[in-house]
């Protein structure tokens, strides 16, 4: 298959990227948080769409709170994810998890581990929390596999391919979503684990609605197919930033209490895993990923 052409504009991308990259990789750990700090202003600043969309969402999930309130979340949501791509990007220099693995704190491991003795595989599913791109290489470093995670490829092909390298040099095997459920199988036939995130909007016809935040909300049904129909086990797990600690705490095993060959079921267990994300996020609001128009596809009828 003949490659895509790639434009100028994504090399000039790929060329900022490179320059970032290399000056982070080159910077004291002092002027990376001063970097980070300078970049929660750009960020808000450079992206006036993305700020709307923040202050909407949290006004969606927080009808109750003040404007102040909200508005110090908003503050405190761009300084996290500053933090985080600062982090990522130095990572993405020095393929080098020591220095992460060196302040992660793992809750409750023994659970994914009893799991894996059952020689089935397991999904583990989490959301765009805290960083989850720490998740693979965590789970990577202590149980000594490698985890399969499922993605969608990055608009520009040279960031892609140099993230991707990225990714898998930390311990991660990059699935990529489109025609996957062969492969995901397959690796669950073999013992592995897959990481799927659940917690962004979908169209109608690949998920379900759901209550989130008391509105209605789309969310994929990947685990809930799998866990009902195949017997897959089911772990969630969520990484979150206590000050500078990482931690990474795994829940216990997915239990349906209901009939799974009930109609409803699949909806039903979708539902139970969305309320999981939505107690780890009103623990920690402004490790969540609000950039994303997490409500944009409405029930047929409503209006957006």
Same mark, same amino acid.
């Given at each position: 298959?003949?490659?895509?052409? %790639?434009?100028?504009?994504?090399?000039?991308?790929?060329?900022?990227?490179?320059?970032?990259?290399?000056?982070?990789?080159?910077?004291?750990?002092?002027? #990376?948080?001063?970097?980070?700090?300078?970049?929660?202003? =750009?960020?808000?600043?450079?992206?006036?769409?993305?700020?709307?969309?923040?202050?909407? &969402?949290?006004?969606?999930?927080?009808?109750? *709170?003040?404007?102040?309130?909200?508005?110090?979340?908003?503050? *405190?949501?761009?300084?996290?994810?500053?933090? %985080?791509?600062?982090?990522?990007?130095?990572?993405?220099?020095?393929?080098?998890?020591?220095?992460?693995?060196?302040?992660?704190?793992?809750?409750?491991?023994?659970?994914?581990?009893?799991?894996?003795?059952?020689?089935?595989?397991?999904?583990?599913?989490?959301?765009?929390?805290? &960083?989850?791109?720490?998740?693979?290489?965590?789970?990577?470093?202590?149980?000594?596999?490698?985890?399969?995670?499922?993605?969608?490829?990055?608009? &520009?092909?040279?960031?892609?391919?140099?993230?991707?390298?990225? #990714?898998?040099?930390?311990?991660?095997?990059?699935?990529?979503?489109?025609?996957?459920?062969?492969?995901?199988?397959?690796?669950?036939? &073999?013992?592995?684990?897959?990481?799927?995130?659940?917690?962004?909007?979908?169209?109608?016809?690949?998920? =379900?609605?759901?209550?989130?935040?008391?509105?209605?909300?789309?969310?994929?049904?990947?685990?809930?197919?799998?866990?009902?129909?195949?017997?897959?086990?089911?772990?969630?797990?969520?990484?979150?930033?206590?000050?500078?600690?990482?931690?990474?705490? =795994?829940?216990?095993?997915?239990?349906?209490?209901?009939?799974?060959?009930?109609?409803? *079921?699949?909806?039903?267990?979708?539902?139970?895993?969305?309320?999981?994300?939505? *107690?780890?996020?009103?623990?920690?609001?402004?490790?969540?990923?609000?950039?994303?128009?997490?409500?944009?596809?409405?029930?047929?009828?409503?209006?957006?």
């Amino acid at each position: 298959m003949q490659e895509k052409r %790639v434009s100028f504009r994504q090399r000039l991308e790929y060329a900022l990227f490179q320059g970032m990259v290399w000056l982070l990789d080159h910077s004291p750990s002092w002027l #990376r948080r001063l970097e980070a700090k300078a970049l929660g202003g =750009v960020l808000k600043m450079g992206s006036p769409r993305h700020a709307r969309l923040v202050a909407r &969402n949290l006004e969606l999930a927080f009808p109750a *709170a003040g404007k102040r309130w909200r508005s110090a979340l908003e503050k *405190a949501v761009y300084r996290h994810f500053s933090r %985080v791509f600062i982090e990522l990007a130095h990572a993405v220099a020095c393929r080098d998890r020591r220095f992460i693995l060196e302040r992660t704190q793992i809750i409750h491991l023994e659970i994914l581990e009893r799991v894996l003795e059952k020689k089935r595989g397991v999904i583990v599913f989490s959301a765009h929390f805290g &960083n989850w791109e720490w998740i693979p290489p965590i789970l990577s470093a202590r149980l000594g596999k490698e985890i399969c995670s499922i993605a969608r490829p990055m608009d &520009n092909a040279l960031i892609e391919k140099r993230v991707r390298a990225f #990714r898998e040099a930390l311990g991660s095997r990059i699935i990529y979503k489109r025609g996957s459920l062969r492969t995901i199988l397959k690796r669950l036939e &073999n013992n592995e684990i897959v990481l799927l995130m659940i917690d962004q909007n979908t169209v109608p016809r690949e998920g =379900v609605f759901v209550e989130f935040f008391g509105r209605k909300a789309t969310a994929v049904t990947s685990v809930s197919q799998l866990h009902l129909k195949r017997g897959i086990p089911a772990v969630p797990l969520f990484l979150h930033y206590e000050g500078r600690q990482i931690v990474l705490e =795994v829940l216990p095993e997915v239990q349906y209490g209901g009939d799974g060959d009930a109609p409803e *079921a699949v909806g039903r267990l979708t539902q139970q895993l969305t309320s999981l994300i939505e *107690a780890q996020v009103r623990r920690f609001p402004e490790q969540w990923f609000w950039f994303h128009d997490r409500w944009k596809t409405r029930p047929q009828g409503e209006k957006r």
